[in-house]
């Protein structure tokens, strides 16, 4: 029996029966598939600190009006996708759906604007959104991305590019494809739009309910489409390159040009749009014939208007974001090699009269740098010998009376049995030096 909010629940025998699992779209990452993860982060924030970049991290969640103004109302993320709840307060939050609308209010907040320019960040975060689960996409997913504010040059969009490329480049992922697009500007997108609705006016009852709506709120969101029925009418679409201003055409010639001048290659989309309302010319997705329906690895692009919705001054910028877990099936499809896990240095076995001894011998190995397990079952002699076999150590030693006498070890290689006695003082170094063996 507990005592509950002054209610007496009697829950003995009933908690064992529950089977609770993890939320629906969520997944725990594992010790055996965390060194993957380790790696691919690593990776991508060396990468990034190379290029100069800082890493931030932002709030869990945030007001919710943040993301219906700089995601835009009329995206799927904020129509159907957010995880949204009132706190005690009665305030709407929302759990980040992505990163970019919270790193722009954080750029506003902190007075980053006043930072010689261009602001330049990394982040690897996790996101929210209430997505139908398929492979590689969940509810809870994981995120690495780069922001760049302040500068509205070409250059700044192929540098982005660029720490891409870098980091596939040094993880080995040797198949990628780029698809490179503009989406325009407020200047020139206004006639696109126009177009766009002429074309698609005359089908719009045999296309689905989502692109009807969307045809009446925001036309350029059909492009984006994924229902298959509504693909034919999209493929014939008219294309936004058709239709940008000048100043967008040279902007657009010039971020090709620094990709060609960088080596890095890529398709110009010609219906390219991204999920988010914020974009501004160039748009960019790397994607994928492995990773299946979610073939969409990495997103980004110029969002030139996004820190002005959110009440800042006029800021250029262009980010990317790129989804771990759709990274790792890839990185998978391609069979990328990672290295090894580094194995145990050493197992100890004791008895139980020298069991808290090993346990500070184990101590002082880790805290020079040594992997060491030794036994807290408080196990027999042989219970241990056997855990040791298994844990594929380099080492093992047996801590008995004598050698907490002597000071002195038997030190076994588990490879090929040879045994060397070491003294306590040189345990530690003597392993290190086994190792670059
Ligand atoms: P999609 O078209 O697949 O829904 P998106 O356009 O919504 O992707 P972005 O908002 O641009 O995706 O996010 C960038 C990246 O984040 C994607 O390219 C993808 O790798 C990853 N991503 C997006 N949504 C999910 C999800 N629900 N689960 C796992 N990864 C995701
Ligand atoms: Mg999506």
């Known amino acids: 029996m507990v005592e509950c909010c002054g209610e007496k629940t009697v829950y003995q025998g009933r908690i064992r029966q529950m089977n609770i699992t993890a939320p629906r779209g ?4 594992l010790p055996d598939e965390i060194s993957r993860w380790h790696a691919v ?15 931030i991290r932002t709030p869990t969640f945030e007001k919710t009006e943040l993301f219906a103004r700089g995601v835009g109302d009329s995206t799927d993320i904020v129509r159907k996708e957010m995880y949204t709840f009132d706190d005690k307060a009665g305030r709407s939050m929302t ?26 960040l990394y982040y690897d975060m996790s996101f929210f959104r209430y997505e139908k689960m398929q ?18 040059s070409a250059y700044a969009d192929a540098e982005i590019i660029a720490v891409l490329d870098t980091f596939f480049t040094e993880l080995g992922l040797s198949e ?29 009852d045999k296309m689905c309910a989502d692109c009807q709506e969307r045809f009446e709120i925001n036309p350029l969101r059909i492009l984006d489409c994924k229902v298959e029925t509504c693909q034919p009418f999209i493929a014939t679409a008219p294309s936004q390159l058709d239709y940008l201003c000048g100043a967008c055409d040279e902007h657009f ?3 090709k040009l620094a990709l060609d001048e960088l080596d890095i290659t890529y398709n110009v989309n010609r219906s390219m749009v991204r999920g988010l309302d914020y974009y501004t010319r160039t748009v960019f997705e790397y994607v994928s014939t492995h990773v299946g329906t979610q073939g969409s690895i990495c997103g980004g692009g110029r969002y030139d208007g996004l820190v002005e919705i959110l009440g800042g001054k006029h ?20 069979e990328v090699e990672f290295p090894p896990l580094a194995p145990l240095d050493l197992f100890i076995i004791s008895f139980p009269d020298t069991a808290v001894s090993a346990l500070a011998l184990a101590q002082k190995m880790i805290r020079s740098g040594l992997i060491v397990q030794t036994d807290v079952m408080e196990r027999s002699l042989k219970a241990q010998m056997k855990q040791a076999d298994r844990s594929s150590a380099q080492y093992m030693l047996v801590f008995g009376a004598e ?8 030190l076994k290689r588990l490879s090929d049995g040879v045994e060397h006695t070491v003294a306590v003082d040189d345990l530690a170094d003597y392993l290190l030096k086994a190792r670059e063996k």
Request: proline share 5%; net charge negative; hydrophobic share 40%.
């Open 26 to 29: 969520t997944k725990d990452i």
């Open 41 to 55: 982060e690593n990776l991508f924030a060396s990468v990034c600190e190379r290029y100069g970049y800082g890493e």
């Open 95 to 120: 759990l980040r759906p992505e990163g970019t609308a919270g790193i722009a209010r954080a750029y506003i907040e902190n007075g980053m604007a006043s930072l010689p320019s261009p602001v330049k």
């Open 135 to 152: 492979k590689g996409r969940y509810r809870e997913f994981w995120q690495l991305g780069c922001e760049i504010f302040g500068s509205s």
């Open 176 to 204: 990628r494809q780029l698809e490179l697009g503009s989406i325009g500007c407020p200047e020139c997108r206004p006639d696109f739009i126009t177009a766009l609705r002429a074309h698609f006016e005359a089908d719009l």
């Open 253 to 255: 010639a010039k971020v």
């Open 315 to 334: 800021t250029p910028a262009v980010g990317f974001a790129m989804g771990i877990e759709r990274l790792l099936l890839e990185i998978e499809a391609q």
């Open 403 to 410: 050698e907490l006498e002597s000071k002195q070890f038997l």
